[in-house]
Nanobody
Framework: QVQLVESGGGLVQAGGSLRLSCAAS????????MGWFRQAPGKERDFVAT???????YYAGSVKGRFTISRDNGKNTVYLQMNSLKPEDTAVYYC?????????????????WGQGTQVTVSS
């Protein structure tokens, strides 16, 4: 069993920055791929970014160059640094763990999910 707890969401003006954190417990964190997804009202939960145990990363096109995913295995935590935020980034952001460890953007590949943290970007 894996428990994931996100934090760091909030309200920010367009052009601003936020850093999301996701603390993991219950399983060796270092062997899991970790991902961030987001869900806006009335829309599907979409892939944002992922990082493998070997620290390979991949981003959705809409956030590439603005968001950075990173991990600290010593703290069992994954981060999402979000810069140059836009109103269309407004969503609930979810952290997820894929026990297989491979680089994947597929939602179904992630077995464990956090409760989500709200990010609101005002124009």
């Amino acid at each position: 069993q894996v428990q994931l707890v996100e934090s760091g969401g909030g309200l920010v003006q367009a052009g601003g920055s936020l850093r999301l954190s996701c603390a993991a417990s219950g399983r060796p964190f270092s062997t899991s791929a970790m991902g961030w997804f987001r869900q806006a009202p009335g829309k599907e939960r979409d892939f944002v970014a992922t990082i493998t145990p070997s620290v390979s990363t991949y981003y959705a096109g809409s956030v590439k160059g603005r968001f950075t995913i990173s991990r600290d295995n010593g703290k069992n935590t994954v981060y999402l640094q979000m810069n140059s935020l836009k109103p269309e980034d407004t969503a609930v952001y979810y952290c997820a763990a894929a026990l297989g460890g491979g680089l994947t953007t597929i939602r179904a590949a992630y077995e464990y999910w956090g409760q989500g943290t709200q990010v609101t970007v005002s124009s």
